[in-house]
């Protein structure tokens, strides 16, 4: 199993920033894709960004220039840096990790129990 636990969420101005943190653990083997995604209320679940095992970042179109992940492979941690925040920003962030245990080896999808981002005044 792995346990995929997010960070950094809060309240914060238009305009502000925040930096989110997951990180990964368990008997982990090796992990691919690492993302962030957000739902906010009455909207469907959606992706915001994410980065695979060879560092391709892929971003939703509203969050390009503004938002930018990265990972540490030593710590099987993601982060996003999220500036320029709007209210539409406004959601539970999730993240989300592609990993293999050494289990099976088999690839397979983790959530985190996701973090409340509010942009307002």
């Known amino acids: 199993q792995v346990h995929v636990v997010e960070s950094g969420g809060g309240l914060v101005q238009p305009g502000g920033s925040l930096r989110l943190s997951c990180a990964a653990s368990?008997?982990?083997?090796?992990?691919?894709?690492m993302g962030w995604y957000r739902q906010a209320p009455g909207r469907q679940r959606e992706l915001v960004a994410d980065i695979s095992g060879d560092y391709t970042t892929n971003y939703a179109d509203d969050v390009k220039g503004r938002f930018t992940i990265s990972r540490d492979n030593t710590k099987n941690t993601v982060y996003l840096q999220m500036n320029r925040l709007m209210p539409e920003d406004t959601a539970v962030y999730y993240c989300s990790v592609v990993a293999s245990t050494a289990v099976d080896y088999w690839d397979r999808g983790y959530w985190g129990q996701g973090t409340q981002v509010t942009v307002s005044l």
């Open positions: 368990g008997k982990i083997y090796r992990i691919d894709t």
